[in-house]
């Protein structure tokens, strides 16, 4: 792999091809706990730390993906724990880089000394995604994939987890991989005869490539298009839960989360300011916001409650309609049902289904936020709106704006492209356009890629990833 960042990233203090160690698990006590190191001297450093148990070999010694048993020492000599320890070496290694890590008893203490011991033994502190980034310098991943990475640690659901290990795998880089090579051809024909006239080689006719033109749009656009379901599948649906004070909109919301998140009492008005959790409904995530009662107060507090609620249903992808089905209609309720069909998708609820019914509603899903009854029913609700149509190859679906982003513009540049050819306009204006597209591909997968690109991705890194 090339890109413009060259063989080392620049900005940091260290050299950037320095050892690092980080612990690589949470900070909570816990069964195991990781350390990870990675560098030139990472082997060395580890067998300054690490004394195996059985065998005189150090583990530098040791053949690669091996666990060894031995004792994780202190800078002094004194044993900090019982544990094994395995090397890898670059650059079949996760970073391209001799790599060690040491498994270790899951106590906090232990790790943090662990890691000071090997900060003795000649490693530094690892950044944040200065694994990965590594991984990716070396030519061991992409950006898709790095990307992927964090989507897959962040993921929330069995589809987003399933999406990201296949884009991990390298399911986008081989969708646009084809497309860039197509679009290389290309250039590279035209420019072949251009500087080798003498050369037998085929004529250049632009018109040639008028169908591969073609299909790079097609691609392009149909990749394109998944962005929105990805962005569903990662950030979750905006859902607001609406309705007139005291019809359960509390009571829904923690049925909903499992556990008892926004206060529910039988006094008009409780909620006053929106609550945001997330959650799962019928394969969904939702971004699941609870708002103040609708209706008309003297009360500027719950006023602006009122507000915030109007506004947050305008915004909503999804307006959950809750209505008392205990009570007669109101024209509050009235006012709610309006709010919700303004909205793109709107679930209409009629709750407290444990009591006698004072009205029915065709379309309404009945249950009891109260008992959790029909809570099924709300589920095959939600799942049959975002049902996902025409199925799409797990990893490739685009799941971040930046994905999207030059996705789109080399879609644009192939469109201009197309355009210029049909408007005859001269080959060498029309391949402007193609390098164009291909330069917004190699940004994709980080062929050509700047430093301020790099450095937003693995900012959302943790230590020790």
Known sequence: MTNDLGPRYPGATEHPFDTIAAIATGQVISAIGIIRVSGPEALPVLDRVFRPLRGSAPMSQRPDRRLVLGQLLSPEGAVLDQCLATVSRGPNSYTGEDTAELQCHGSPVVLRLGLESLFAAGARQARAGEFT???????????????????????????????????????????????????????????????????????????????????????LEKLLATFRRGNVLKNGVPCVILGRPNVGKSSLMNALLGYARAIVTAVPGTTRDTIEEKTVLGGVLLRLLDTAGIRDTADPIEREGVTRARSAAQAAELVLAVLDGS????????????????????????????????????????????????????????????????????????????QADAVGRALEYIRAAREAMAAGITPDAVL??????????????????????????????????
Request: glycine content about 8%.
């Open 327 to 402: 009570q007669p209609l109101t024209e509050e309720d009235e006012a709610v049902l309006a709010a919700a069909q303004a909205a793109p998708k709107h679930i209409v609820i009629r709750n407290k289904a444990d009591l006698p019914a004072a009205w029915d509603m065709a379309e309404a899903v009945s249950l009891s936020a109260l008992t959790g009854d029909g809570l099924d029913a709300l589920e095959a609700a939600a799942a049959a709106l975002f049902a996902e149509g025409e199925p799409i190859p797990a990893g490739e679906v685009l799941t971040n704006p930046r």
């Open 432 to 465: 402007t356009e193609v390098e164009g597209a291909m330069g917004a591909l190699g940004e994709l997968t980080g062929r050509t890629v700047r430093e301020d690109i790099t450095n937003g991705i693995f900012a959302r890194f943790c230590v020790g990833k």
């Open 133 to 219: 980034r590594r991984a990716f310098l070396n030519g061991r991943m992409d950006l898709t994939q790095a990307e992927a990475v964090i989507d897959l640690i962040d993921a929330e659901t069995a589809r987003a987890a399933e999406n990201a290990a296949a884009q991990l795998d390298g399911a986008v880089s081989r969708k646009t991989d084809g497309i860039y090579d197509s679009l290389s051809a290309i250039c590279s024909h035209y420019h072949a005869v251009l500087d080798y006239p003498d050369e037998d080689i085929e004529p250049f006719q632009l018109e040639g490539y008028e169908a591969t033109l073609a299909e790079a749009q097609n691609g």
